[in-house]
C-alpha cells in the first residue's frame, strides 16, 4: 500500500501562485509514476500533470506554459507549482500514484484550490 497526502491549497487571486505537495509513504517501489489531478464541481477528474520515474512528464494542454511538475526522490514528495492561476483553475486536487501514468492505483484525499477573479 502507499499512502499520500497532499498540501498547500487555499486561496489566491488570479493571476497568482501556488505550490501543492504530496507526501508519499509505504511501498514506495511498487510505483513508477506519479501525478496530480483536479475534479472541478460537476466535473468529471482530469490529468493535471504526471511524472515517470524516469523523467518522463504530461501535462494537460490548458496547464502547459503555467504548472511545472517535479519530485523529491529522497523526500518522497511531489510537488505542482502553479503560476498565473485562473479561476478555471479551482477544483480539488489529487495526488495520484501508481504502475505507470496510465494506471494511478493510489490517491490522496485531496486538497483545494479556489482562484478569485
Known amino acids: 500500500q502507499v499512502q499520500l497526502v497532499e498540501s498547500g491549497g487555499g486561496l489566491v487571486q488570479a493571476g497568482g501562485s501556488l505550490r501543492l505537495s504530496c507526501a508519499a509513504s509505504?511501498?514506495?517501489?511498487?510505483?513508477?509514476?506519479m501525478g496530480w489531478y483536479r475534479q472541478a464541481p460537476g466535473k468529471q477528474r482530469e490529468l493535471v500533470a504526471s511524472i515517470s520515474f524516469g523523467g518522463i512528464t504530461k501535462y494537460a494542454d490548458s496547464v502547459k506554459g503555467r504548472f511545472t511538475i517535479s519530485r523529491d526522490n529522497a523526500q518522497n514528495t511531489l510537488y505542482l507549482q502553479m503560476n498565473s492561476l485562473k479561476p478555471e483553475d479551482t477544483a480539488v486536487y489529487y495526488c495520484?500514484?501508481?504502475?505507470?501514468?496510465?494506471?494511478?492505483?493510489?490517491w490522496g484525499k485531496g486538497t483545494l484550490v479556489t482562484v478569485s477573479s
Open positions: 509505504g511501498s514506495i517501489s511498487s510505483i513508477n509514476a
Open positions: 495520484g500514484a501508481g504502475p505507470s501514468h496510465a494506471a494511478m492505483k493510489y
